[in-house]
Every structure is written in structure tokens, then in C-alpha cells.
């Protein structure tokens, strides 16, 4: 299978978790990138069997729309049941990289509205240690290179990632070099750096339920049996 019919099944596996949840009420967090928009048309034949979605980036948003599933406004709804969506890196405690997609801080609010965050990623994004996918930080663009240099203090290579503009109007910076060892308190330090919007660490609010796509088909790796590292396989 080639990584993108991973992303699909690994997409499948993540529809069977919800679908038996949905009511009519229910309202869906949804995140962003090509895994994310492979359950965004998966649940397309079922937009009439709930109330709709909370999209962490316009580009899911109008993905949405265009299926005919109703989008809010977070500030329009409560705390939600389920926050879908990929990673660029993830680890057995569940931990993530994400913000390829620059999506990362719409992602990290609408993930901490959820209840549960079902974390969708092929098996070649599962690490030991995070940080050989380059770290995304969002920061506004006034702060770029005093921030750039704490990066450096750290020993990582800040890199700007030139013409992105997040949906929040800031740029990004990609951290390379980093072999984080303990990402909760990474992901904390860097939240201190004035101007630092987010950082793409998922470490204080990680996955709850990490679905990965293999050529065994999928695995499921939750809090619950990370300490075991027992997944089951669909
Ligand atoms: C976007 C993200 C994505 O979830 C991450 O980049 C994975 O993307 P893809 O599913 O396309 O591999 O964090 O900001």
C-alpha cells in the first residue's frame, strides 16, 4: 500500500470510532491536512446524521461546506465530543509534532475543546523521539527573529518558512536539529517566549487514541494501553 492509501484506511478506522457516536446534536472538531481531508469526504454521506463541524483552518472549513456539513464557530458551541485529525510525528506516549499545514494553533484550541482526540497518522510518522520532523512555531511577525534566536540558544536551526501566512495572520518558523527528550517541558518553555502563538508540540494535551495505518493493516495505541504498547489491529 502506497502512504496515501494508508492515510486512507487509517481515515476509515477513524470513521468507524465516531460514526456509532453521532446524533443529532453531536458537532465534530476537525482537523487539518491530506489525512484529515481523507475523513472529511469519508463523512460526507453522513452529513445529515449530525449537526455539523468546528474546522481548525479555512481550508477544512470550505472542505466541509463543499460536503454540505454545516461549519461553526467555536465560540458558538460547548466542549465537543471527538477532535479528529493527522500529525507529522507521534510517539508511544502519544505525544505529536504537528503544523506542516500551519494550522497549528486553530488545531491545539479546537483539539483542547474535545473530549477525545483521535490522532490519525500512517506508521512511517511514529518515532522513538520527536524532532526529525522540523518543529512548526507560530509566532507574530514582529517577534520572528528574537525568537529565532532562543531557538538557537536551545541548539536548534530556526528556519523561516518564507511566504506562509497562518490563517491568524503570523509566519512560522520550522525547528530543525531538535531531538526532543522531554516535550512537555520543551513545549512549555517555548510557550513563555513572548511572541510565541503556538508551538507545533502536542505534549501537554496529546492524543487520546493514536490510529496508525500499516501494512498490517490499522493500530490503535490509546492512554490506556501506551504503557503496554498492546494496540489492537482493525
Ligand atoms: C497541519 C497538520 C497536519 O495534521 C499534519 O501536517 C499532517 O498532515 P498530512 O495529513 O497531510 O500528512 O498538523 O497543520
Known amino acids: 500500500m502506497t502512504q496515501d492509501e494508508l492515510k486512507q484506511k487509517v481515515a476509515e478506522a477513524a470513521l468507524n470510532e465516531v460514526l456509532p457516536s453521532l446524533r443529532a446534536d453531536t458537532i465534530l472538531g476537525i482537523g487539518t491536512g491530506s489525512t484529515a481531508n481523507k475523513f472529511i469526504d469519508l463523512l460526507a454521506p453522513h452529513a445529515r446524521d449530525f449537526k455539523g463541524a468546528v474546522a481548525s483552518s479555512d481550508a477544512s472549513a470550505e472542505r466541509l461546506k463543499e460536503h454540505g456539513i454545516e461549519v461553526f464557530d467555536l465560540n458558538e458551541v460547548g466542549e465537543m465530543e471527538f477532535y479528529i485529525d493527522g500529525a507529522d510525528e507521534a510517539n508511544k506516549q502519544l505525544e505529536l509534532i504537528k503544523g506542516g499545514g500551519a494550522a497549528l494553533t486553530r488545531e491545539k484550541i479546537v483539539a483542547e475543546c474535545c473530549k477525545t482526540f483521535i490522532c490519525i497518522v500512517d506508521d512511517t510518522k511514529v518515532v522513538e523521539h520527536l524532532g526529525a520532523f522540523p518543529l512548526p512555531v ?97
Not at 520572528?144 to 531557538?151: Q, T
Not at 520550522?174 to 502563538?197: F, I, S
Not at 494535551?205 to 496508525?212: E, Q, S, T, V, W
Request: aromatic share 8%.
Open 138 to 234: 507560530e509566532v507574530i511577525p514582529m517577534a520572528r527573529s528574537f525568537v529565532a534566536r532562543e531557538i538557537v540558544k536551545l541548539g536548534g536551526e530556526p528556519v523561516w518558512r518564507e511566504g506562509t501566512v497562518t490563517d491568524n495572520g503570523n509566519h512560522i518558523i520550522d525547528v530543525h536539529g531538535w531531538k526532543v527528550e522531554d516535550a512537555k517541558a520543551l513545549e512549555t518553555q517555548m510557550n513563555d517566549w513572548p511572541g510565541v502563538v503556538t508551538n507545533g508540540l502536542f505534549a501537554l494535551r496529546p492524543a487520546d487514541l493514536l490510529l496508525i495505518g500499516s501494512q498490517d493493516g490499522v493500530k490503535s495505541l490509546s492512554v490506556i494501553n501506551t504503557a503496554s504498547d498492546q494496540g489492537n489491529y482493525y
